[in-house]
């Protein structure tokens, strides 16, 4: 069996901050704002206290993986700036 199977890794039962992301702004276009604030405020507490990491222990928070991972997970940053701007930066005009 393959050791990235075996230590829990392969998108089993971890946060990944890409999609957390994804599942913000799905959550916000169809106007959840509730939900939406809620997955951005508990993702950027995590990406704060446990720093780049590629991904994160479901329960504790604790950063898995990686450190530090400069990747996609950078994206857990930009989760408070666009909980207080007005536009949707996702949108193509």
């Not at 206290?49 to 604790?62: C, I, K, L, Q, V």
């Not at 408070?80 to 949108?91: A, C, K, W």
């Amino acid at each position: 069996m393959h050791r990235a199977f075996l230590n829990g890794c392969c998108w089993r039962s971890n946060v990944w901050i890409p999609v957390n992301y994804m599942i913000y702004h799905g959550l916000r276009y169809y106007e959840m704002y509730d939900w939406a604030s809620t997955v951005a405020h508990y993702t950027e507490k995590i990406v704060k206290e446990f720093g780049n990491r590629e991904y994160f222990n479901s329960e504790t928070g604790e950063g898995c993986g990686l450190d530090p991972f400069l990747g996609w997970s950078l994206l857990g940053h930009f989760m408070d700036f666009e909980e207080t701007s007005t536009g949707d930066i996702t949108l193509v005009e």
